[in-house]
């Protein structure tokens, strides 16, 4: 990689001082579009290039942007920051050390839908990055980028953060909103969407960080340009959070597209100790066990191929490498444990089905388990698909029902 | 006691400020984390007074605050250690560091050491994967992280919290004189 797009604060020394980041060409693209262009076109570029969330679900960002009704006032712009997911620590890097970047994004899409307050949602554990992203806040404010008539136009707008406080639900858009209202963070019945019925009813986009970070650089270099990173389909850059059995953990910036090995042996220098690959997971505790053989190693990690060759979403791009000493019921008792404890208890599937995977992983481990047990362990899986309010409930099952398929004797090894 | 609208005025109004006049409620779980700030948990009190500012009934905002894990009802310690124990930690050897650190504090997690500094828990992922063993530390209404840390690392930072309280005790002391 020649330049760094995302987590430029690797090349640029100070990038959360704001003269850095100005320096740097910082919110040349904010003015731009306030300036230049009208709110369509900002949403038609942003359309063009093929931006896809990076939170996990990849939906296209603009069209996204597009769907809110322009008979419904008033719109907000929430970006989540509520990074929970076990394997993802991306945001984190990005609010930390390029929080300018992300607030330029958030500002433009703000400015896109005519968005006038935009919230800025982080986990209650982030609480000093929220200290700082206040005070960033703050010197916008001072600088004239934040408050009324931006620029000398007749755009207006005030960003705010709100704190969660230890829910990994509220990642969960809906649950989000909610929880922003003062409630309890579950998700809700959709239809309506978010787009037309947000945030206290109102149209509302909600992006992750690391997508508004890219807007910026479409914005400012074009639509055409970023299509010429990644794939047809998966265009632009993403940031791998590589964690687990390997020498090198650690967040990595890449084009969509890139081979896992070159991830797992090249930048993250392998698996420790000598030991084999056995399993990947690419979107953290949600993701389903890959087996980690010559092929899924030689496979491009872009929304589609991943999805189509390895029959596996790409999700938020959480790399979690497995190695041959790790037995995969142990790796579902950590799994199915967090689920149980996340369930908001909303629906019942969920909240029922959650607490007995833990209960007979716990059974399994303990080696009390016979092997109708571990029949059982799959059966609620399944009985849970395609049965929950949100993805939660749903992603809880992936890891579960993938090792049962390609891993059954790290079970059988523990009933026999 | 004085009750929060008295010692936070200012800030509660600040609160209550970055959201819509209509919508009050918005403001329960930062008002939430200010009370729990003041004095390291929630009281029965603080619901009835945060259900006033925002016009909301004190069982919902009590609802509200049970259902999230920051929020604590009882005192614990003085600072809490919360220890991720979940997958990408746990491949870093985070359930032994969890044991090991106890056996040093000499409690179980979930337990608070004999001087009332620490409590000691396991808590889910905390977006530190690569950095594990890792920990936060809640206490003074702030929480920070800690990273790559080992047993004897965790185990200054809990002699640096002891002398901190320590100092703050007798300065009170001295104060009363």
Same mark, same amino acid.
């Given at each position: 990689m020649s330049e760094y797009l995302l987590l430029r604060h690797r090349g640029i020394p100070n990038l959360d001082k704001l003269a850095i980041y100005r320096d740097s060409g910082g919110f040349s693209a904010y003015r731009k579009a306030v300036t230049q262009m009208q709110p369509a076109e900002v %949403?038609?570029?942003?359309?063009?290039?093929?931006?896809?969330?990076?939170?996990?679900?990849?939906?296209?960002?603009?069209? =996204?942007?597009?769907?809110?009704?322009?008979?419904?006032?008033?719109?907000?712009?929430?970006?989540?920051?509520?990074?929970?997911?076990?394997?993802?620590? $991306?945001?984190?890097?990005?609010?930390?050390?390029?929080?300018f970047q992300f607030l330029e994004g958030l500002m433009i899409a703000c400015y896109a839908?005519?968005?006038?307050?935009?919230?800025?949602?982080?986990?209650?554990?982030?609480?000093?990055?929220?200290?700082?992203?206040?005070?960033? %806040?703050?010197?916008?404010?001072?600088?004239?980028?934040?408050?009324?008539?931006?620029?000398?136009?007749?755009?207006?707008?005030?960003?705010?953060?709100?704190?969660?406080?230890? #829910?990994? %639900?509220? &990642?969960?858009?809906?649950?989000?909103?909610?929880?922003? @209202?003062?409630?309890?963070?579950q998700p809700?019945?959709?239809?309506?969407?978010?787009?037309?019925?947000?945030?206290?009813? $109102?149209?509302?986009?909600?992006?992750?960080?690391?997508?508004?970070?890219?807007?910026?650089?479409?914005?400012?270099?074009?639509?055409?340009?970023?299509?010429?990173?990644?794939?047809?389909?998966?265009? &632009?850059?993403?940031?791998?959070?590589?964690?687990?059995?390997?020498?090198?953990?650690g967040n990595y910036e890449l084009p969509l597209g890139t081979p896992f090995r070159k991830l797992i042996f090249e930048l993250g220098g392998g698996i420790p100790e000598g030991r084999r690959i056995k399993a990947i997971?690419?979107?953290?505790?949600?993701?389903?066990?890959?087996?980690?053989?010559?092929?899924?190693?030689?496979?491009?990690?872009?929304? @589609?191929?991943?999805?189509?060759?390895?029959?596996?979403?790409? &999700?938020?791009?959480s790399v979690i490498i497995l190695d041959d000493s790790i037995n995969m019921a142990w790796l579902?008792? $950590?799994?199915?444990?967090?689920?149980?404890? !996340?369930?908001?208890?909303?629906?019942?599937?969920?909240?029922?089905?959650?607490?007995? +995977?833990?209960?007979?992983?716990?059974?399994?481990?303990?080696? =009390?388990?016979?092997?109708?047990?571990?029949? +059982?362990? &799959?059966?609620? #899986?399944?009985?849970?698909?395609?049965?929950?309010?949100?993805?939660?409930? @749903?992603?809880?099952?992936?890891?579960? %029902?993938?090792?049962?398929?390609?891993?059954? !004797?790290?079970? @059988?090894?523990?009933?026999? | 006691m004085s009750d929060l609208r008295q010692r936070c005025s200012q800030e509660i109004q600040e609160i209550l400020d970055k959201y819509p006049p209509d919508q009050r409620r918005s403001a329960v779980m930062p008002l939430l984390l200010l009370a729990q700030r003041e004095v390291g948990h929630i009281s029965p009190e603080?619901?009835?007074e945060i259900a006033e500012i925002t016009g909301v009934s004190s069982t919902e905002v009590g609802s509200v605050s049970g259902f999230y894990t920051l929020f604590h009802f009882e005192a614990g310690g003085r600072y809490r250690i919360q220890v991720c124990t979940d997958l990408p930690c746990a491949l870093r050897g985070a359930d032994a560091f969890l044991e090991q650190l106890g056996e040093k504090l000499d409690i179980h997690p979930g337990q608070t050491t004999a001087?009332?500094?620490?409590?000691?828990?396991?808590?889910?992922?905390?977006?530190?994967?690569?950095?594990?063993?890792?920990?936060?530390?809640?206490g003074d209404g702030k929480i920070t992280y800690h990273e790559n840390q080992t047993v004897e690392s965790a185990m200054e930072l809990v002699e640096k919290l002891r002398g901190h309280v320590q100092e703050n005790q007798q300065s009170r002391v001295e104060g009363q004189r």
């Open positions: %949403i038609n570029e942003v359309k063009i290039s093929g931006l896809r969330g990076r939170g996990g679900a990849g939906f296209p960002t603009g069209v =996204k942007w597009g769907f809110l009704p322009n008979h419904l006032w008033p719109h907000y712009v929430v970006a989540n920051a509520d990074e929970s997911e076990p394997g993802t620590f $991306k945001d984190r890097e990005i609010l930390e050390n390029n929080p839908v005519q968005a006038r307050y935009g919230f800025v949602y982080l986990r209650g554990e982030f609480w000093q990055t929220a200290q700082e992203l206040d005070r960033h %806040i703050s010197m916008l404010e001072n600088a004239g980028l934040l408050g009324d008539e931006i620029f000398g136009t007749q755009y207006s707008l005030r960003l705010h953060t709100h704190l969660g406080a230890g #829910a990994y %639900i509220c &990642g969960e858009e809906t649950a989000l909103l909610d929880s922003i @209202e003062g409630r309890l963070g809700r019945l959709r239809p309506p969407f978010p787009a037309v019925v947000g945030l206290y009813g $109102k149209p509302t986009v909600i992006n992750n960080v690391e997508t508004l970070c890219n807007v910026p650089l479409i914005i400012e270099r074009g639509a055409a340009w970023y299509r010429t990173i990644g794939t047809e389909n998966s265009a &632009g850059v993403k940031i791998f959070s590589l964690s687990g059995c390997v020498n090198q953990p997971m690419t979107a953290g505790a949600s993701s389903s066990l890959i087996k980690a053989d010559e092929k899924a190693l030689d496979t491009p990690m872009d929304y @589609e191929s991943v999805q189509q060759q390895l029959g596996a979403p790409l &999700g938020s791009a579902v008792n $950590k799994t199915a444990h967090f689920f149980a404890h !996340e369930s908001c208890g909303k629906c019942t599937p969920c909240r029922e089905g959650t607490y007995w +995977m833990a209960r007979l992983t716990d059974r399994i481990l303990a080696r =009390k388990a016979r092997k109708t047990d571990v029949d +059982m362990l &799959g059966s609620v #899986a399944r009985q849970m698909q395609n049965k929950c309010l949100c993805a939660l409930g @749903e992603f809880s099952t992936m890891a579960v %029902i993938s090792a049962l398929q390609w891993f059954g !004797e790290d079970f @059988e090894e523990l009933t026999a | 603080a619901l009835q001087d009332g500094v620490i409590t000691l828990e396991e808590v889910k992922c905390l977006a530190a994967c690569h950095r594990a063993p890792m920990f936060q530390v809640q």
